[in-house]
């Protein structure tokens, strides 16, 4: 079951959007959670935080909250297992090339026979007596961002247990050849980012995407991304606090 912040917001007609956590821990994630946000992500593969971290913070999350997703620092299945069983909403797999490499992740959190998982819930409030509901709460979402990974979409989107394709635009370019950090303020993913959404749409599931604020990510909210990231937590902190200090920088007598 798809958590209520997300499934909210898509019934509704928009796009969930996310806040990101890596440089911080919990002060980050209670910030997004009381500014309103839909989901938090938190970040195991590009930050100092590691899946034990992520796993603390998700055991404290209330069941009111909105959606806790982790992406994990690679497409393992002890770490998968591991997050699941620590209460995560939705996970985020890196470096997803093949329909095979999907399928092993979506095995990470179903339990046999459907899966490999283990048992071993660590959050209290996780419905330990139907394992088919302690499966189906997390959102299994896998990344596009390699060459293989584009030439693959049609055969990734198609397996089953998936929630949706997340791109990292960086990567991705890079895997195409081109500048990183244009992916963010340019247009020179749009054709593949559209036949990654014309692919997410067939098998009727969400495309998500990173951005590093709210403006690009607008743009590609009106392009079909349902699942939008905001931003990391630096990156806001630092905007903000630009933004306050020039404030006062710009008053009479400062």
Same mark, same amino acid.
């Given at each position: 079951m798809t958590h209520r912040s997300l499934s909210g917001a898509w019934e509704s007609g928009r796009a969930a959007l996310g806040g990101w956590v890596a440089a911080g821990g919990e002060f980050s994630l209670h910030g997004y959670q009381r500014a309103g946000y839909d989901y938090v992500g938190i970040d195991c593969q590009h930050s100092a935080l590691d899946e034990a971290d992520a796993a603390v913070l998700l055991q404290r999350a209330a069941p009111a909250d909105p959606a806790t997703i982790v992406r994990v620092s690679k497409n393992d299945a002890t770490l998968i297992g591991r997050l699941a069983d620590a209460g995560a909403d939705g996970i985020i797999v890196p470096m997803i090339s093949t329909a095979q490499q999907a399928q092993e992740a979506v095995a990470a959190i179903r339990y046999p026979p459907a899966g490999i998982r283990s048992f071993g819930p660590s959050r209290a409030d996780l419905p330990v007596s139907d394992l088919t509901e302690m499966a189906a709460r997390v959102s299994l979402f896998v990344m596009?961002?390699?060459?293989?990974?584009?030439?693959?979409?049609?055969e990734i989107t198609q397996v089953p247990g998936l929630a949706g394709?997340?791109?990292?635009?960086?990567?991705?370019?890079?895997?195409? &050849?081109?500048?990183?950090?244009?992916?963010?303020?340019?247009?020179?993913?749009?054709?593949?980012?559209?036949?990654?959404?014309?692919?997410?749409?067939?098998?009727?599931?969400?495309?998500?995407?990173?951005?590093?604020? &709210?403006?690009?990510?607008?743009?590609?909210?009106?392009?079909?991304?349902?699942?939008?990231?905001?931003?990391?937590?630096?990156?806001?902190?630092?905007?903000?606090?630009?933004?306050?200090?020039?404030?006062?920088?710009?008053?009479?007598?400062?």
């Open positions: 596009i961002e390699t060459a293989e990974g584009l030439d693959n979409v049609e394709i997340y791109v990292g635009p960086a990567d991705l370019s890079i895997g195409l &050849g081109l500048e990183p950090m244009r992916a963010f303020t340019t247009d020179q993913l749009a054709e593949p980012i559209e036949r990654i959404r014309k692919a997410c749409e067939a098998s009727g599931i969400v495309l998500g995407m990173h951005q590093i604020d &709210g403006a690009n990510a607008r743009r590609w909210i009106e392009r079909g991304v349902r699942l939008a990231t905001l931003g990391g937590d630096l990156g806001m902190f630092i905007t903000a606090a630009r933004a306050q200090l020039q404030l006062a920088r710009d008053a009479p007598g400062a």
